[in-house]
């Protein structure tokens, strides 16, 4: 099993900056990606960021730019650094990692975090 515990949410003004973190724990053997979510109320979740096992990233077109998505391998944490946040930021974000149990496993299981809150907002 493996769990993620995620950080880092609050409130911000609008043009400030927070650092989400997301720590994974359990039975790891590697997180072949991990990625960002989120989902503001009333509204469908929202694909944020991703970042491959190469260390290829992608984002969202309304965040492409201001968040950047990173890694601490020995960690097992990823993180979401968001600058330049905007109102329309303000959701409940979502860290998954795509995990491999062991060595001989070849399709990953894919975890969920419990969601942190942001809240951008003058």
């Known amino acids: 099993q493996v769990q993620l515990v995620e950080s880092g949410g609050g409130l911000v003004r609008p043009g400030g900056s927070l650092r989400l973190s997301c720590a994974a724990s359990?039975?790891?053997?590697?997180?072949?990606?991990m990625g960002w979510y989120r989902q503001a109320p009333g509204k469908q979740r929202e694909w944020v960021s991703i970042?491959?096992?190469?260390?290829?990233?992608n984002y969202a077109d309304s965040v492409k730019g201001r968040f950047t998505i990173s890694r601490d391998n020995a960690k097992n944490t990823a993180y979401l650094q968001m600058n330049s946040l905007k109102p329309e930021d303000t959701a409940l974000y979502f860290c998954?990692?795509?995990?491999?149990?062991?060595?001989?496993?070849?399709?990953?299981?894919?975890?969920w975090g419990q969601g942190t809150q942001v809240t951008v907002s003058s």
């Open positions: 998954h990692a795509d995990v491999r149990h062991t060595i001989v496993d070849r399709i990953p299981s894919t975890y």
């Open positions: 359990g039975s790891i053997f590697s997180i072949v990606v």
């Open positions: 970042m491959s096992s190469g260390g290829s990233t």
